[in-house]
């Protein structure tokens, strides 16, 4: 049985915070391994969504798409922990005059 829809939950920022929102796009069409989908209401773009990939662009199913969002948001933590211990090991190396000193270190060097 195909579909009405995919579901797809996103996040973005405003001024009053953080927005989730549940995106509902079209099935247009199926294929043996996925579906077309339509982007926009008033739009032409298309895209296609596997039926079986591990990670999906949306789901026929909502909770699996707030599963997804889920493990999304928590790849995205600790991509960007990892940034954040980066710039800190950076700033660490600055020297206390407030020159900048081009150092080489290794990854986890905590010598200073």
């Known amino acids: 049985m195909i579909p009405e829809h995919l579901y797809r939950f ?10 989730v929102d549940r995106r509902k796009f079209k099935v247009i ?16 773009d298309k895209k296609w969504v596997s039926k079986v990939a591990k990670k999906r662009f949306a789901y026929p199913v909502l909770d ?6 889920k493990a999304r948001k928590r790849r995205q933590i600790e991509i960007l922990e990892a940034q954040l211990h980066i710039a800190k090991s950076a700033l660490r190396w600055a020297d206390p005059t ?4 081009s150092r080489r270190f290794r990854s986890g060097d905590q010598s200073f």
């Open 10 to 19: 996103e996040d973005s920022v405003t001024s009053l915070g953080v927005r």
């Open 98 to 101: 407030g020159e900048y000193k």
């Open 64 to 69: 699996d798409a707030i599963t997804s969002f």
């Open 29 to 44: 069409e199926e294929t043996p391994c996925g579906y077309w989908v339509r982007l926009f209401e008033s739009s032409d």
